[in-house]
């Protein structure tokens, strides 16, 4: 190994062995390929529960398809969708709000999660918003449910369908059902005290409650796959954003960069889908203003930096141990700062 990448390397270690994680794989790498590849008490190849990295690599990546075939428009109104979406707060919220995280949205139900997709749309449309729309961003799964199912609708085929076709050319080991030896394979969770599932572990098994009870298919998580997959993914993503017009579509230059610049909502940070670099963010200090990235609640991280040519991929099953979201916050900042040099 480098010794450039050792002090990334001691970082993982030491975390592992605090109990932070129990297993971790890593790819990083250039628009060329990857530079690093490795995994800590799990195979490189091991399928990792990728939780919120679903928005951004999967639901993401297939509004922005129908968005290129003219299918969704960015500011048309959620209510030409959404007919329960209704009343003079919310008339003006559009499919641009929910990928921003402004659309007034709470991050989660109050209640437990509904057991069908009918009962799930009508909860989130009729809720309380938590604030007037665009004001402000605040981060929800339940925007990102909707985009799923607005993206269902519109493209007239389940959100992992749609997913799977644009994904085969690129990283077709990314999926929301994993096979019988994958699931066997998979890195563990363990269900949250909130889950009718809790005190089960999970393999191979969507940890988030939503997902699960929208049966593993959700805008929000669900996706799985090991970390030489995401790789994949963001080395296609880089090369876009760097300019390269053989990207398959829709990750073209054009875009990529439509869906990575920065939200205008006042003290936001989310571009469309994405994250951007914030100094105070899982990115690290190093990272250029060009960068954009997101993170999973099972401890899940990835990260793209244009401007230095560099992607980041770190997989964890931190939701296995329970370790704290604050902990795993500071091992990705201490990892990535590690190769602020690389």
């Known amino acids: 190994m480098s010794d450039i990448l050792k002090p990334a390397r001691l970082v993982l270690e030491n975390a592992l062995r605090s109990g932070a994680f ?33 928005k951004p690599i999967a639901t993401t990546t297939v509004v922005m398809n129908l968005v290129s075939n003219n299918l969704v428009a960015l500011d048309e109104p959620l209510a030409r969708s959404m007919s329960e979406w209704r009343g003079d707060d919310r008339s003006g919220v559009t499919v641009r709000d929910l990928l921003e995280h402004a659309s007034g949205l709470a991050a989660r139900l109050v209640d437990a999660p509904p057991g069908s997709r009918r009962e799930f ?5 009729t809720m309380r918003l938590e604030y007037t729309p665009r004001i402000q961003s605040i981060y929800s799964d339940l925007g990102f449910i909707l985009l799923g199912f607005l993206a269902a609708d519109r493209g007239q085929a389940s959100l992992d369908s749609q997913f799977a076709q644009l994904a085969q050319p690129i990283a077709p080991a990314l999926t929301f059902a994993l096979s019988a030896d994958d699931r066997r394979r998979a890195a563990a969770t363990t269900a949250l005290v909130e889950d009718i599932r809790r005190g089960r572990v999970l393999k191979g098994e969507v940890h988030d409650n939503y997902a699960a009870a929208l049966g593993g298919v959700a805008g929000h998580a669900g996706l799985f796959g090991p970390a030489e997959a995401v790789g994949t993914f963001a080395r296609a993503v880089l090369r876009a954003a760097r300019g390269d017009e053989t990207v398959a579509s829709p990750l073209t230059p054009a875009m990529v960069w439509l869906f990575t610049r920065p939200s205008a909502v006042p003290g936001s940070s989310r571009a469309l889908g994405w994250d951007t670099m914030r100094p105070t963010s899982s990115c690290g200090t190093h990272m250029s203003p060009a960068a954009f990235g997101h993170v999973g609640f099972t401890g899940t991280s990835l990260w793209i930096d244009p401007d230095r040519d560099r992607y980041f991929v770190l997989l964890t099953n931190r939701a296995l141990t329970g370790a704290s979201v604050e902990g795993m916050r500071d091992v990705r900042r201490a990892f990535h700062d590690a190769l602020g040099n690389f």
């Open 22 to 54: 129990p297993a971790a794989t890593v790819d990083v790498g250039s628009s060329a390929g990857p530079l690093w590849q490795d995994a800590l008490d799990t195979p490189f190849d091991t399928p990792f529960d990728l939780a919120s990295l679903t």
């Open 121 to 125: 749309e009508h909860e989130i449309c």
